[in-house]
């Protein structure tokens, strides 16, 4: 019997409220000592742009060999600041597109609902 392959990107958002200074390339170091532990290893890291007039910064590492996407990034106005971390699952190189979609999709959300870092 043949198990059809799941199509899309699927993926968590969690938002934290931070009450001190933050460090996106080092937010993720659980998470990515996690998927090292199962055999992950980093294909690629980077720090993206995300929203108008790219008003948001992500830190963004890619994970072989689930093809995993971490990023968190940081939000905040009126004395409420959040990271929204994002970790997600795709298929590479069929879902790249979909991936970048849900990303922006997430990021712009989070601007519009928690305003951007000035």
């Keep these: 019997m043949r198990i059809p392959a799941l199509d899309g990107v699927y993926g968590t958002i969690i938002l934290t409220p931070l009450s001190g200074p933050y460090d996106p390339k080092t937010a993720l170091v659980a998470e990515f000592q996690e998927q090292e532990a199962t055999g992950g290893k980093v294909i690629g890291e980077a720090t993206q742009k995300f929203g108008g007039a790219n008003r948001l910064h992500a830190q963004l590492r890619d994970i ?55």
Excluded at 79 to 95: F, I, K, L, N
Excluded at 96 to 105: G, I, S, V, Y
């Design 64 to 118: 072989e060999p689930r093809r995993c996407a971490l990023s968190r990034a940081i939000c905040g106005e009126r004395g409420r600041t959040m990271a929204v971390q994002v970790t997600m699952e795709y298929a590479s190189p069929r879902d790249e597109a979909l991936k970048q979609d849900f990303l922006n999709a997430v990021y712009d959300e989070a601007l519009h609902k928690l305003g951007g870092v000035k």
